[in-house]
T-cell receptor
Framework: TQLLEQSPQFLSIQEGENLTVYCNSS?????LQWYRQEPGEGPVLLVTVVTGGEVKKLKRLTFQFGDARKDSSLHITAAQPGDTGLYLC???????????FGKGTRLSVIA | DAGITQSPRHKVTETGTPVTLRCHQT?????MYWYRQDPGHGLRLIHYSYGVKDTDKGEVSDGYSVSRSKTEDFLLTLESATSSQTSVYFCAIRVGLAASTDTQYFGPGTRLTVL
């Protein structure tokens, strides 16, 4: 059973379009993190959301944590080819437990 | 990159041979992790360490062992490699004071092929 479900799995869009990817769970998380991974490299942390309902913005990226802390979304405005990559959500189930990762959304932005 | 290196970066080996992957950090962080990444499965935790000689199993630990005799080094060993262990292996460290807000920094990965 996958604790964190990400959708869609794959997304191919044209430069300038907007998109949203989702990370859902039936479990409550104390926080959720979003990572981006480029080919041949390790994931890199983009943001951590901690409070239910929290919204964080990172330039054209907007992250939201659900009120019940069971889901999160990532919205990209005016996507650019540089946004291409694998987007992973992750979170600790409790305390000091290791992060659990979703399977990721692979985004391709075509110029 | 938080001073994480992995070696080797690429390895091809034969079924049944032992393989050891090394993760080295330069900043003395307590928590270190080994993951494998496979298409359709995402990142899965193999083993992790919370201090010298303190390790615990992750989701996919069968066929793998780890050792941490020094803070800076975390070794992953495949005692007898199988083709199902062909994967990309990532080491990570945890930086911060609280699990819920800590950042994990990942190494560059090791691509292992078992023939």
């Amino acid at each position: 059973t996958q604790l964190l479900e990400q959708s869609p799995q794959f997304l191919s869009i044209q430069e300038g379009e907007n998109l949203t990817v989702y990370c859902n769970s039936s479990s409550v998380f104390s926080s959720l993190q979003w990572y981006r991974q480029e080919p041949g490299e390790g994931p890199v942390l983009l943001v951590t959301v901690v409070t239910g309902g929290e919204v964080k913005k990172l330039k054209r990226l907007t992250f939201q944590f659900g009120d019940a802390r069971k889901d999160s979304s990532l919205h990209i405005t005016a996507a650019q080819p540089g946004d291409t990559g694998l987007y992973l959500c992750a979170g600790p189930l409790s305390g000091n437990t290791p992060l659990v990762f979703g399977k990721g959304t692979r985004l391709s932005v075509i110029a | 990159d938080a001073g994480i290196t992995q070696s080797p970066r690429h390895k091809v080996t034969e079924t049944g041979t032992p393989v050891t992957l090394r993760c080295h950090q330069t900043e003395n962080h307590r928590y270190m992790y080994w993951y494998r990444q496979d298409p359709g499965h995402g990142l899965r935790l193999i083993h992790y360490s919370y201090g010298v000689k303190d390790t615990d199993k992750g989701e996919v630990s069968d066929g793998y062992s780890v050792s941490r005799s020094k803070t800076e080094d975390f070794l992953l060993t495949l005692e007898s490699a199988t083709s199902s262990q062909t994967s990309v292996y990532f080491c990570a460290i945890r930086v911060g004071l609280a699990a819920s807000t800590d950042t994990q920094y990942f190494g560059p990965g090791t691509r292992l092929t078992v023939l």
